[in-house]
């Protein structure tokens, strides 16, 4: 007969966490049940006094950061509209607190969560390949490349967010092989990475693919600087930046967007209103974004204090408007940039907190030589320049459940004996 004290939390704890990643990755929609799941285990966990409450001031600071999203309610113009935003950033709140429960005399082994998300990335990348054939050849019976990039090849989260999943399963992998994780061979690494590159290019987002060159970039700089002489490694590192330029130069979507966002930069450089006021919707994406920074700067030195949570669609589409750009105005975009995003909703005091919190956030992963940790939020802070990433379940969910997990849980900085003398 089924005894419920022969349950181990962390057999429990472990799988509910990989279920919740891979519904994630393939059914976000249902990754609500995989969190429900995450709940239930911490609450049978303390239930068995196998866990205790601990709260820090990592989790302090994210759960922070939903409160202040939660005072910003007081001055919104539609207080439905508040309230519907503070639904979707539940995961500040959740992640922090289901992370704040520590083990007592157990470890908490990632390997399962790992393969469960790195799975479900591949399982994604295929559902994506056939959506990509069934658009070129099932349905419209034409061939082109065009039909596998973008949101073709990306149709379940958008590209930049499936770059963003690729990019760290190849950072997690790396983890994994390094600690030792059953199945993470170093030859399914390499092909891993190869794969992984190879679907980043064809998701044609052009800051997953910088920040990826980044990373490989500075993984073969110290990997070579350990092994080789000064001599050999400088001649390596100018060998690596010119494959580095000239691949950028050969790739042809990539040297058009480069190109590309040079000149508008440029004509911008030269008179920004004029620069507003002359561009005429519909028009690329580069210009699209300095439009949009450029307004929402605007508006930040209009309402130093936020215009308060739910409010920014309708303030940024009223100052567009003044700028001379209403048909653009009708979309009712975010700014593009989270930054800017949260300085808007927020004010000054909101974008400088979460700012602090990515600084924060980085100088734990260096003292901890958590280098998982370290990337995963110079990719967020890089990215964030670019879209407003934490506006969209896809972002919100990802960056804080990994966050949460490597920045708070002691065990998965460097081993949970290490961890508790730390506390100590």
Request: glycine residues 4%.
């Amino acid at each position: 007969m089924f005894k419920v004290n022969s349950l181990s939390f962390v057999n429990l704890f472990q799988n509910s966490l990989s279920i919740f990643l891979l519904l994630f990755c393939i059914s976000p929609k249902f990754s609500s049940f995989g969190i429900i799941l995450i709940c239930f285990s911490v609450f049978f966990g303390y239930y068995k006094k196998e866990i205790f409450f601990k709260f820090n001031f990592p989790s302090l600071l994210i759960l922070l950061l939903y409160v202040i999203y939660a005072i910003g309610c007081i001055w919104s113009s539609d207080s439905s509209i508040a309230f519907g935003y503070l639904e979707k950033k539940l995961s500040f709140l959740v992640f922090p607190l289901i992370f704040s429960f520590k083990t007592k005399n157990q470890e908490i082994n990632l390997r399962n969560p790992i393969l469960s998300f790195i799975t479900g990335v591949f399982l994604l990348s295929l559902l994506g390949i056939w959506n990509s054939l069934s658009a070129c050849f099932l349905i419209t019976e034409t061939s082109s490349f065009l039909c596998f990039s973008g949101t073709t090849l990306s149709h379940i989260h958008h590209p930049t967010y499936f770059s963003i999943f690729h990019y760290f399963s190849i950072i997690l992998f790396w983890y994994a092989n390094k600690n030792n994780f059953k199945g993470f061979t170093k030859r399914r690494l390499l092909i891993w990475i190869i794969f992984s590159c190879l679907f980043q290019f064809c998701l044609m987002s052009l800051s997953g693919v910088l920040f990826l060159n980044f990373t490989i970039l500075v993984f073969l700089i110290y990997f070579f600087y350990k092994k080789v002489t000064s001599i050999k490694f400088i001649v390596l590192l100018l060998f690596l930046t010119l494959i580095s330029f000239f691949s950028y130069k050969k790739i042809p979507y990539l040297k058009d967007e480069v190109q590309f966002s040079i000149q508008e930069v440029n004509q911008y450089c030269k008179s920004p209103s004029n620069y507003i006021y002359e561009k005429k919707y519909p028009f690329e994406g580069n210009s699209a974004r300095l439009i949009l920074w450029t307004s929402s700067f605007q508006v930040m030195l209009d309402h130093p204090f936020g215009v308060g949570t739910g409010n920014l669609d309708e303030v940024l589409s009223m100052k567009l408007k003044d700028n001379g750009q209403e048909d653009f105005s009708k979309l009712l975009l975010n700014p593009h940039n989270q930054y800017l995003q949260i300085g808007i909703e927020l004010g000054f005091f909101g974008m400088m907190f979460f700012i602090f919190i990515l600084f924060y956030s980085i100088f734990i992963s260096l003292k901890s030589s958590n280098k998982v940790l370290l990337f995963l939020v110079l990719n967020l802070s890089f990215n964030s320049f670019f879209e407003s990433i934490l506006q969209r379940q896809s972002g919100i969910v990802f960056f804080v459940f990994w966050i949460c997990l490597f920045l708070v849980y002691p065990f998965s900085l460097n081993s949970y004996k290490e961890g508790i003398s730390k506390e100590k």
